[in-house]
Structures are given as C-alpha cells and as structure tokens.
C-alpha cells in the first residue's frame, strides 16, 4: 500500500510559478507510475502528467504540456510537479495518485490518492 501527501499549492498570479510535491510512504513506492490530476469546481477530475516508475517516460495532457514537469525522486519517495506560466484556468485542487499501470492517463487506473492540495491563480 501506498499513501501520499501532497504538498506546494497555495495562491498565484498569472505567469507565476509553484511546485508541488508528493511524498510517499511505503518501500514499493519506485514500482509505481505516479500522476498528477486536477479539479476544479464543478468539473470533473481530469489527467495532468504521469511519470513511469523509473523516471524515463513522462507524458502530459495538451493543456499543460511545454509549462509543467513532472519528475520524482526514488530515493526520496517523491514526486514533483512543476508548474510555470500558470494561468487562470489552472486553479484546481491537485492530486498526486500512484498506479500499476505502464503510463495510465485514466483515474480508474490508479490505486492510491493523495487527499490533494488546492492551487489557486489569479488573473
């Protein structure tokens, strides 16, 4: 089993930059893809970022791609995200999720959740 806390989000003006990070409990954490979802009010949870469990494959969705990165740390048990040239519509709350799955972009492919942490960016 793994759990998660995700940590980093917070308030942000347009263009600004913020980096959350994911720590993971748990010796089995490097034998897990790990992705970043996000959801705003009223919408539904959709895929942001995977990264497979050695770090050599990472993929994104269209709206973030070329100004987010993931990347994670085996040693450490943690994965990042780092966000640039944040906009508006990136205001959502943040949740980092832990997969079997080779680069799963689907929620119902992922096993374990962090409880999310809330990025706000103003205009």
């Known amino acids: 089993q793994v759990q998660m806390v995700e940590s980093g989000g917070g308030l942000a003006q347009t263009g600004d930059s913020l980096r959350l990070s994911c720590a993971a409990s748990?010796?089995?954490?490097?034998?897990?893809?790990m992705g970043w979802f996000r959801q705003a009010p009223g919408k539904e949870r959709e895929f942001v970022a995977v990264i497979s469990w050695s770090g050599g494959n990472t993929y994104y969705a269209d709206s973030v791609k070329g100004r987010f990165t993931i990347s994670r740390d085996n040693a450490k048990n943690t994965v990042y995200l780092q966000m640039n040239s944040l906009k508006p519509e990136d205001t959502a709350v943040y949740y980092c999720a832990a997969s079997r799955v080779w680069m799963p972009i689907k929620t119902t492919s992922y096993n374990y959740w962090g409880q999310g942490t809330q990025v706000t960016v103003s205009s």
């Open positions: 748990g010796r089995t954490f490097s034998t897990y893809a």
